[in-house]
């Protein structure tokens, strides 16, 4: 079967770790058409922009996309491109899994971990105000449509996976009425999952749980700040944000991308590790209905790097991100 995907490069290593992506997975033999388009800072100067609408016709034509990092600049009046996507497109639903992989260096072993971020209330909603000049306000929504939305994602998710547990994370100790409402909306969903256990913890002694006994959880879903904070931890449990792969999806929409920045200080001097972006190709080729290629492109960058003779510096070596790709693509 033929799919059309939306390709974008981004800022900093970005294009390099899409060449790496695109050679990799071209390398399953899965049928793919790359519609490849500019966005971000290489773009700004000429459409006034770092979205240009023709990124969200792109997307909304091929439904699926994958991005390198995109550099958003601080204080400027220019808004994220990651933000602006997940609004435009409806993209509710935040996919990180935290996978421990043999030969990247960690403290822990065994994690197997996947966060369910709620991608479009909460405080990055971005509802803010001066009050007075001493004073700002952020407002923070929840609803519970949304976050039954989003907790029938994570049920879902992890019936298909074969999961055995969704924690929900929120501070609804503090805030009541806000997170209070996520934990309700949660447990009316939970009911209709009887085969999954279902718990709940509070965001800080989550924090500590998953450094103390990772082990111990699963599927984590929570709201959008709560998400955005929990992802880096677990990213950190297995070596870093190099082999952190993201997914953005909604209904219609789906867009993968490394959960990393653009590292503009390494663009161009092929360095940088594109195993966050691989694998998050991984979970598009899944998403795509492609499992077959996708379980053989993660067993194959899995072996790359448990090998380590042609890996990054990053990872322990001194290969290139280009050789790198190319290891794992001949390893298929």
Known sequence: MKHRVTLIPGDGIGPELSAATK???????????WDEVAAGETVMAKYNTSLPDYVLDSIKENKVAIKGPITTPIGSGFRSVNVALRKELGLYACLRPSVSMEGVKSRYQNIDLVIVRENTEDLYAGNERMIDEDTAES???????????????????????????????????????????????????AKGYPTIEYDEHLIDAMCMQLVLKPGDYDVMVM??????????????????LGVAPGANIGDEYAVFEPVHGSAPKYAGLNKANPTAM????????????????????????????????TVTYDLGGSSGTSEFAKAIAAKM
């Open 23 to 33: 050679l990799v997975v071209e390398a399953t033999g899965v049928d793919i058409v």
């Open 278 to 309: 691989i694998l998050s190709a991984v979970l598009m080729l899944k998403h795509l209905g492609e499992k077959e290629a996708a379980d053989k492109l993660h067993k194959a960058t899995a072996d790359v790097i448990a090998k380590g003779s």
């Open 139 to 189: 407002i923070k929504v929840i609803t519970r449509g949304a976050s039954k939305k989003i907790a029938k994602f994570a049920f879902d998710y992890a019936k298909t996976e074969g999961r055995r547990k969704v924690t929900s994370v929120t501070k609804a100790n503090i805030m009541k009425y806000t997170d209070g409402l996520f934990y309700e909306a949660c447990r009316e969903v």
């Open 223 to 240: 709201p959008n700040l709560y998400g955005d904070i929990l992802s880096d931890l677990c990213a950190g449990l297995i070596g870093g």
